[in-house]
């Protein structure tokens, strides 16, 4: 007589589905926000990136080295901290004529670690350019979802790559001859 009352008692049904879809929903809802923070961090990254450009490319800054032109789109991204750690940036002119593309993956830093710069140059008037940055970051939820299937270093953080081609703009005096 128990076990057929136990068996029709209908209270606790509820707890069934909770119990079978709530890691589901949980793992959805922090893949979203995981995914939110790394399609942000690129677009500032792209951004930051695509603006500190635009000044190589018309000439406004000069002369610069690897490290004051990584200092400069540091400057401008947000929410990448510790920026000047964790981003490389890679530029070369292109050789128009074997039209040799940059070496395959990206050259990011390392926890801990100095890593040489790949390769810096700015060109000069005219002259077609590749540029790559690569960023490192930290999974925010590196066990659930989102963050346990993006593929990362040993040290357990992910890169975020970049690249865009450009020409250099004429310097106005070296184009007429220097007059």
Not at 10 to 22: K, L, R
Not at 141 to 153: C, E, Q, Y
Request: net charge negative.
């Amino acid at each position: 007589m128990r076990v057929r009352r136990a068996w029709r008692d209908e209270s606790g049904t509820a707890t069934i589905p909770f119990v079978i879809f709530f890691p589901f929903m949980i793992t959805l809802v922090v893949s979203s926000l995981e995914l939110g923070f790394v399609m942000t961090r690129h677009v500032m990254l792209e951004r930051a990136v695509d603006l500190s450009v635009r000044d190589l490319r018309l000439n406004l800054v000069g002369t610069l080295t690897h490290d004051e032109f990584k200092q400069i789109v540091c400057d401008r991204s947000a929410l990448i901290e510790n920026c000047e750690n964790v981003l490389m940036i890679e530029l070369r002119k292109v050789d128009t004529t074997t039209w040799e593309p940059l070496a395959a993956g990206a050259t990011c830093t390392e926890e801990g670690q100095y890593v040489s710069p790949p390769g810096f140059e700015q060109g000069g008037s005219d002259e077609l350019m590749l540029i790559r940055a690569c960023a490192k970051f930290k999974p925010i939820f590196p066990m659930t979802g989102l963050g346990l299937d993006m593929p990362k270093d040993s040290a357990g953080y992910y890169a975020l790559v970049t690249s865009s081609a450009f020409v250099n703009e004429p310097i106005l005096g070296a184009a007429v001859g220097g007059s």
